[in-house]
């Protein structure tokens, strides 16, 4: 069954901490991408990758840093220099293509984030 | 840089009654554009792209370039439609798209 998968559902962080939130698709998809979903907000683009090895800052990108070793895999972390990090955290892929073919991105689950 | 508007936080409609949510762009070239549905408990999911023209659940929109607009409308409301819409933008040729903030349809049986 293709998909995406955001892992943990639920994550709490202390003060101080970093956190990885994990993003794996199996679509064979070249573009992943992070977005924030806050209430009244939308979605904010955090960090995205177009291929392996290489990543883009988003609008958002202070106190978030991303890899992209393996072309299923775009985990992101949450720094201690982030300082608002509760939110519902969105992974999504697409096809490189802009043509005919790409219909649009494949979201993940998420992961909600709360900092204790 | 491109932006996506839906004025709306909130649209509350009773069954049966036509819906529009409403979606207004800026950008100069000639983008893509997106309409996205959040259905409780479940995944944000494509509903439809301008490009493919089609109506998907009743759902239809169309791009006014004039009037840089992409309305999603459906001529008669059902309780299941009820859910979060986000409006997209894409510029030609690029991959990195920009999300409206989202107007919640509530369908009112």
């Known amino acids: 069954d293709g998909g995406i998968t955001q892992s943990p559902k639920y994550l709490f962080r202390k003060e101080g901490q970093n956190v990885t939130l994990s993003c794996e698709q199996n679509?064979?998809?070249?573009?992943m991408y992070w977005y924030r979903q806050d209430p009244g907000q939308g979605l904010r683009l955090i960090y995205y990758?177009?291929?392996?090895?290489?990543?883009q800052k988003g609008d958002i990108a202070e106190g978030y840093s991303v890899s992209r070793e393996k072309k299923e895999s775009f985990p992101l972390t949450v720094t201690s220099a982030q300082k608002n990090p509760t939110a519902f955290y969105l992974c999504?892929?697409?096809?490189?293509?802009?043509?005919?073919?790409?219909?649009?991105?494949?979201f993940g689950s998420g992961t909600r984030l709360t900092v204790v | 840089a491109q932006r996506v508007t839906q004025p709306e936080k909130l649209l509350s409609v009773f069954k049966g009654a036509p819906v529009e949510l409403k979606c207004n762009y800026s950008y100069s070239g000639s983008p893509e554009l997106f309409w996205y549905v959040q259905y409780s408990r479940q995944r944000l999911q494509l509903l439809l792209r301008?490009?493919s023209r089609e109506s998907i659940k009743g759902f239809t929109a169309d791009l006014n370039k004039g009037e840089t607009s992409f309305h999603l409308k459906k001529p008669f409301a059902q309780e299941e439609d009820s859910a979060m819409y986000y409006c997209a933008l894409r510029p030609g040729g690029y991959q990195k798209v920009t999300f409206g903030t989202g107007t919640k349809l509530q369908v009112i049986p």
């Open positions: 999504a892929s697409s096809t490189s293509l802009s043509g005919t073919g790409d219909y649009g991105y494949t």
């Open positions: 679509l064979n998809h070249d573009a």
């Open positions: 990758s177009q291929i392996v090895n290489d990543f």
């Open positions: 301008h490009i």
